[in-house]
């Protein structure tokens, strides 16, 4: 049986794991919030924003991906997801094509938001098969608005 002492030590680390995972919920909410706040009114203090989102999509793309999602989901500016389009999520199709190109192909036919999202990615520098894959979407989704 534990001792009073451990079972205090073990709830002290378990509220700590706790607190940490609610700083990084926070940060990245910061994090989502501060990207759409830059690009609706372009306020220099945010550019950490826009460099840290471009940072994810190199070296953590599925974290680039959660926050590329919950930035469409929150906004409706077109200045934002036109910059969401042709920035990030362009960028993360360029880098990481392959890993990504399935989901994108589910989303544009479940999410309408999404198939405007797709339309205004630049595919010309990506895979070839990734770029066929964007173009067709973006063809046969054309008249969505």
Known sequence: MAS??????????????CGVIRLMMNKEDDLISTWIEYHSHNNDSDFWAFEQLEE?????????????IKIMDMSSSDSVLGNLSAGPLEDLLFYHGSKFIDRVETLTRQNPKFTKLIKGVWASEMQKNIKEKIVTLQERYANIV
Not at 4 to 17: D, E, F, G
Not at 56 to 68: D, G, L, T
């Open 4 to 17: 009073p002492l451990s079972r205090k030590t073990i709830n002290n680390k378990s509220a700590a794991v």
């Open 56 to 68: 994810f999509v190199q070296s953590e793309p599925e974290k680039a991906w959660e926050c590329i």
